[in-house]
């Protein structure tokens, strides 16, 4: 059924590796809801095989796929202006958020010091967040490349997949706890490629397994995650994220010493770098 729908094996493989058999690369990315459509016919996974309404269409979900990217159409210069305002709005609260905390600590202790303290962590702490999980993770996963392609004027070529916030530009663009390189290799590769699964280095139940398993109260198991949530960039993603990128590097000493005794699914904590040789 696949090969009726997309040629002959060897035209498919093809396909997988981004060739052009029969079709432009354009028509290739349009057909791909229908080739995951097809795949998950193909293996006989019906409707009644997931836990779904029985009333679920696969055709009218196809349909709905294809309408919605119909909808949002191609990348523009209204794209790009959006992303110059992201950044500049990022930039901005954290320039505040710097004048604050220094004009808070400047003065005598009192209760305009707190306030001044407070909103400029505020500020600095979203600035953060939105060039990690607006802007660093949005082109990291390349959603901009295309942009950058049709209208290379609209944006600066550092907005671009695996140039993003690297060399000097890291500390203008994304200066944050872990690598750019390392969470490109951690989240876009492993996680989005073994979501769910064992290799997914995010599978939240798989790393704090010994948390439950541990004999304590569970009141107590949930006051023990104000520590990670104050703590979990330095003390597990930025280790976490490192150990995938070195892993990902078969010559990297990390790869070729890592302990037979330990899988490299494991998370990586700063605190097992007590007991790791």
């Given at each position: 059924?696949v090969y009726?729908?997309f040629?002959?094996?060897?035209?498919?493989?093809?396909?997988?590796?981004?060739?052009?058999?029969?079709r432009?690369?354009s028509?290739?990315?349009?057909?791909?809801?229908?080739?995951?459509?097809?795949?998950?016919?193909?293996?006989?996974?019906?409707?009644?095989?997931?836990?779904?309404?029985?009333?679920?269409?696969?055709?009218?979900?196809?349909?709905?796929?294809?309408a919605a990217?119909?909808?949002?159409?191609?990348?523009?210069?209204?794209?790009?202006r959006?992303?110059h305002?992201?950044?500049r709005?990022a930039?901005?609260?954290?320039?505040?958020?710097?004048?604050?905390?220094?004009?808070?600590?400047?003065?005598?202790?009192?209760?305009?010091?707190?306030?001044?303290?407070?909103?400029?962590?505020?500020?600095?702490?979203?600035?953060?967040?939105?060039?990690?999980?607006?802007?660093?993770?949005?082109?990291?996963?390349?959603?901009y490349?295309?942009?950058?392609?049709?209208h290379?004027?609209?944006?600066?070529?550092?907005?671009?997949?695996?140039?993003?916030?690297t060399?000097?530009?890291?500390?203008?663009?994304?200066?944050?706890?872990?690598?750019?390189?390392?969470?490109?290799?951690?989240?876009?590769?492993?996680?989005?490629?073994?979501l769910?699964?064992?290799?997914?280095?995010?599978?939240?139940?798989?790393?704090?397994?010994?948390?439950?398993?541990?004999?304590?109260?569970?009141?107590?198991?949930?006051?023990?995650?104000?520590?990670?949530?104050?703590?979990?960039?330095?003390?597990?993603?930025?280790?976490?994220t490192?150990?995938?990128?070195?892993l990902?590097?078969?010559?990297?000493?990390?790869?070729?010493?890592w302990p037979k005794?330990?899988?490299?699914?494991?998370?990586?904590?700063?605190?097992?770098?007590?007991?790791?040789?």
């Amino acid at each position: 059924q696949v090969y009726s729908h997309f040629g002959s094996s060897s035209d498919f493989g093809a396909r997988r590796s981004g060739q052009a058999v029969g079709r432009t690369r354009s028509e290739q990315k349009r057909a791909c809801p229908e080739l995951c459509f097809v795949l998950v016919q193909a293996a006989g996974m019906v409707a009644e095989t997931f836990v779904l309404k029985s009333s679920f269409d696969p055709h009218t979900f196809l349909a709905d796929m294809k309408a919605a990217r119909d909808a949002v159409g191609e990348p523009g210069e209204a794209d790009a202006r959006h992303l110059h305002k992201l950044v500049r709005l990022a930039q901005i609260l954290a320039v505040t958020g710097q004048v604050l905390m220094f004009a808070g600590v400047a003065q005598p202790f009192g209760l305009m010091t707190g306030l001044c303290c407070a909103v400029g962590a505020f500020f600095i702490s979203t600035a953060r967040c939105m060039r990690w999980t607006i802007i660093g993770h949005h082109v990291s996963h390349g959603g901009y490349d295309k942009l950058q392609r049709s209208h290379p004027e609209a944006l600066p070529k550092q907005y671009k997949r695996g140039i993003f916030a690297t060399g000097y530009r890291r500390f203008i663009d994304w200066l944050d706890w872990m690598l750019p390189g390392a969470w490109d290799v951690e989240h876009n590769k492993m996680h989005h490629y073994y979501l769910s699964e064992d290799k997914d280095p995010d599978l939240v139940e798989r790393n704090f397994e010994l948390l439950h398993s541990l004999p304590l109260p569970s009141a107590l198991k949930y006051a023990s995650m104000v520590f990670w949530m104050f703590t979990w960039k330095a003390t597990y993603y930025s280790p976490n994220t490192f150990k995938e990128l070195e892993l990902s590097r078969p010559r990297s000493l990390a790869a070729q010493r890592w302990p037979k005794s330990r899988p490299r699914t494991e998370p990586l904590t700063v605190f097992d770098f007590a007991r790791l040789p």
